[in-house]
């Protein structure tokens, strides 16, 4: 099974900020890695599919970049509801895996 | 625009049966575009997929979970379901049923489930 870890586990910021999440592989994904921001008591939304593809309605302050095993996560510009809980997630091979997830909350 | 909604009990049993069903509306399960998941999440955890269905009722499992999974759908009513057996504390999480855009891509969530393992 393809591994996935995160890093920072937790990372404090203020509005305004940049802000960049890594996610890396245990094997290489190509570009099947996608990203989900949570918040309390919901259920995950998708951000960014196929590494660096934005979902429909998400802001452009989000961005993904990255291919094979190490990607990232980059917020050019923290508004007040974008904090939450992100994850990373593979979709290259079955049991498709997520990180345990980098929690953005304020400064 | 889809809409998934989660049903099912609450609590259950160690050793039971847990039982869950996905109602779909906005959207056609047999329209053959999208797999049919569920994923589960455990308190303070990331989430981990359980599996999906096709319309035609293929499937295809977690490993971890394959041994006590059954995965089903019913068409004519827009549903698919969840029965996992033989269920411990460490089955206590949030339960989703989710769209797969065919990829591994969760692009609709339903709000989510959570079902507790306790005597």
């Known amino acids: 099974d393809i591994q996935m870890t995160q890093s920072p586990s937790s990372l404090s910021a203020s509005v305004g900020d940049r802000v960049t999440i890594t996610c890396r592989a245990s094997q290489s994904i190509s570009l099947y890695l996608n990203w989900y921001q949570q918040k309390p008591g919901k259920a995950p939304k998708l951000l960014i599919y196929s590494a660096s593809s934005f979902q429909s309605g998400v802001p452009s302050r989000f961005s993904g970049t990255g291919s094979g095993t190490d990607f990232t996560l980059t917020i050019s510009s923290l508004q007040p509801e974008d904090f939450a809980t992100y994850y990373c997630?593979?979709?290259?091979?079955?049991?498709?895996?997520f990180g345990q997830g980098t929690k953005l909350d304020f400064k | 625009q889809v809409q998934l909604q989660e049903s099912g009990p609450g609590l259950v049993k160690p050793s039971e049966t847990l039982s869950l069903t996905c109602t779909v509306s906005?959207?056609?399960?047999?329209?053959?575009?999208?797999?049919w998941s569920w994923i589960r999440q455990p308190p303070g955890k990331g989430p981990e997929w359980i599996g999906y269905i096709y319309y035609s009722g293929s499937t295809n499992y977690n490993p971890s979970l394959e041994s006590r999974v059954t995965i089903s759908v019913d068409t004519s009513k827009n549903q698919f379901s969840l029965k996992l057996s033989s269920v411990t504390a460490a089955d206590t999480a949030v339960y989703y049923c989710?769209?797969?855009?065919?990829?591994?891509?969760?692009?609709?969530w339903g709000q989510g489930t959570l079902v507790t393992v306790s005597s």
């Open positions: 989710v769209r797969d855009r065919l990829a591994g891509i969760y692009d609709f």
């Open positions: 997630q593979q979709s290259y091979s079955s049991p498709y895996s």
């Open positions: 906005g959207g056609s399960i047999s329209s053959g575009d999208y797999y």
